[in-house]
């Protein structure tokens, strides 16, 4: 497996404008978590998903950022308008649920700069 | 919420074996306990697991007290490519589908630097 796929690996963007980050977790795997990742916050989970269907989006930062899962093999941040406080690094983790345990597996990230 | 609490920093030297402790005080009953390493420009990256006693596996060892208010994950002999920030995580997939994933904090982690 390719493991969690993430693009753009790198996105420069100017205020205002829409972003959209996107994701493909591993096949197979029925949480898919969106993260945020920056120097002051740390690792701050934003939404996340259990078979397409939005179980928590209590860490969206506000309404510029939604968050989408069409279906099993596809999921979008995005963020509109973006300002330059949402600059970070954005990851995208998907997970099998077994009961008990978690092993939560990170795509690479997408590090957002909007200037 | 299973909040935890791990030292901030820690440096080491190659070769040595390196305990972080994290405390976990309001550990719930179906909560495992997980380690996470992160490289810089990465994505953290799934260690070790384990719900109580000890779980040993080919990059670590992970021991858990029988209360299981905190756990120590064990590097033994460690190099340089082992600086990296690791965190610790306390939780329990089945309280996801209730909405309960503030328990998936992952907290601010420890940086391990390995010095030659």
């Known amino acids: 497996d390719a493991g969690v796929i993430q693009s753009p690996r790198h996105e420069v963007t100017e205020m205002g404008q829409e972003v959209t980050l996107r994701c493909k977790p591993i096949s197979g795997h029925d949480y898919l978590f969106w993260y945020r990742q920056t120097m002051m916050r740390g690792l701050e989970l934003l939404i996340y998903f259990n078979n397409n269907v939005p179980i928590d989006d209590s860490g969206m930062p506000e309404d510029r950022f939604s968050a989408k899962m069409p279906n099993a093999s596809f999921s979008t941040l995005k963020i509109q308008p973006s300002e330059p406080r949402d600059s970070a690094v954005y990851f995208c983790a998907s997970s099998l649920s077994g009961g008990g345990a978690d092993t939560q597996y990170f795509g690479p990230g997408t590090r957002l700069t909007v200037l | 919420l299973a909040k935890t609490t791990q030292p901030i920093s820690m440096d080491s030297y190659e070769g040595q074996e390196v305990n972080i402790t994290c405390s976990h005080n309001?550990?719930?009953?179906?909560?495992?306990i997980t380690w996470y390493q992160q490289f810089p420009s990465q994505g953290p990256r799934f260690i070790i697991q384990g719900y109580k006693t000890k779980v040993t596996n080919e990059v670590a060892s992970l021991f858990i007290p029988a209360d299981r208010k905190s756990s120590t994950l064990s590097l033994p002999r460690v190099s340089l490519s082992d600086t990296a920030v690791y965190y610790c995580?306390?939780?329990?997939?089945?309280?996801?589908?209730?909405?309960?994933?503030?328990?998936?904090?992952f907290g601010s982690g420890t940086q391990l630097t390995v010095l030659p």
């Open positions: 309001n550990i719930a009953t179906n909560d495992y």
């Open positions: 995580l306390v939780g329990d997939m089945d309280g996801l589908l209730s909405g309960s994933a503030r328990q998936l904090t």
